[in-house]
């Protein structure tokens, strides 16, 4: 790319594997061609290829579920204590899959990606919605050879494509973990996107969506202010109040001074880690996709759509978590004939206690993981 800030799309060897996927005939209109999957792959797989897990990464996350950080990974990988030997998700039993979601900017076809003409696609990148992400998903397995997921894991928006691939393809897989998240995508997630696109589609620098061409940072202002506004819905009033309290940061006082509160910095300090690891136009396509999910749609409504579930499935709330309520969580196990009972993780952090509590997260994936048969080791 050749601006859009400081992002960037990361060291291309790494540890990443590309995956050619074709052409994808789109939900909402059109189609996408020559779309390419970046992913990962830990462990081995098995003769019988049934010992596979897919772990589907939330809103920014990408493909580095584990491992420390790299040039292309300026963070070390977001579920890190849960991949490896002895760890939940066991690499010598499991062969772990993560890809870059659709849409993406770490290596999976994205707005800044180029189009057919070699230029990015910018505005002409086609509205995705998370049955397109699952599309991509189930292709790349096709590619894997993998016909059934021992388990298909995810929080966040994870979840919302792990739903989706439980009731798209109900054959493909044995097991699933939903954290986190929702059938639907309430009015209230809704709301809480409409400032954070505008904010992006505000900034000059957005160029209507067409930067990645241009001399200049980018629309970093507008995907700041998104940060901003999406992270305070990732943590619990309590928290903030707990940990930041009415603190300023530094000496310069805040009230008629220039001074900034303790949890304004904390703000300012993740819009400007995000700039440097995400791009503006895969951020709008991705909460776009997350507004249009809904089971439920075409398949005579969310009740309908749940009861084709046929895994045994497993689903955790976050007890503090205001933006994805405990409640949304509740009606997934209700309306799921194969749910387990409604799992709790207990966190002061609200919906982030999902990357944050790997040590209950993975009580739980191990329960997923116990359940899945599985030919050989
Ligand atoms: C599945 C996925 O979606 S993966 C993508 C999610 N990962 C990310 O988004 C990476 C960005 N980080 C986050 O979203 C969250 O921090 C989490 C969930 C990953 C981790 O949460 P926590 O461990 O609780 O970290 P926390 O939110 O407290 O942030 C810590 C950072 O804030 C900084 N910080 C804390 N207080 C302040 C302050 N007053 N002023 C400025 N910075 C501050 C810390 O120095 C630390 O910086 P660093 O991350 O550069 O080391
Ligand atoms: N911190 C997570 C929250 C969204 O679920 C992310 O940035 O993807």
Known sequence: M???GAWSAGDPVGRRHFADVGT????????????????????????????????LHALTG??????????????????????????????????????????????????????????????????????????????LADRLGIDSWASVIGGSMGGMRVLEWAVTYPDRLRSAVVLA???????????????????????AQWAGGDYHELDGPGPVAGLGIARRIAHVTYRSE??????????????EQPIGGSG?????SYLDHHADKLHRRFDAGSYVV??????????????????????????????????????????????????????????????PYGHDGFLIETSQVGEVVRRSLASARVSAP
């Open 62 to 139: 990408d493909s580095h579920v584990s491992g420390p950080a790299t040039s292309g990974h300026p963070t070390a990988g977001w579920w890190d204590a849960l991949v490896g030997p002895g760890r939940a998700l066991d690499t010598d039993q499991w062969f772990v899959v993560a890809p870059n979601v659709l849409g993406g900017c770490q290596g999976t076809t994205g707005p800044a990606s180029p189009a057919p003409d070699g230029r990015a696609w910018g505005s002409r990148f086609p509205f995705l919605t998370v049955r397109d992400q699952v599309a991509a998903e189930a292709r």
């Open 260 to 264: 900034r509160y303790a949890v304004e």
């Open 286 to 347: 991705l909460t776009e996709a997350m507004n249009s999910h809904d089971v439920g749609r075409g398949r005579s409504g969310v009740q309908q759509a749940l009861g084709r579930v046929t895994c045994d499935l497993y689903v955790a709330s976050v007890d503090s978590d205001r933006l994805y309520p405990p409640r949304l969580s509740e009606e997934i196990v209700a309306a799921v004939p194969t749910a387990r009972p409604l799992l709790t993780v207990s966190s």
């Open 2 to 4: 050749a601006a859009g």
């Open 181 to 203: 998240s929702t059938a639907y995508a309430t009015a209230e997630q809704i709301a809480w996107c409409e400032p954070q696109l505008l904010a992006i589609r505000a900034d």
């Open 238 to 251: 309590l928290e903030l109040a707990e940990r930041f309290g009415r603190s300023a940061q530094g000496d």
């Open 24 to 55: 994808l005939t789109l939900e909402a209109r059109g189609a996408l061609p020559d779309v390419t999957v970046a992913y990962e792959t830990w462990g081995t797989l098995n003769a019988a290829r049934d010992n596979a897990v897919l772990v």
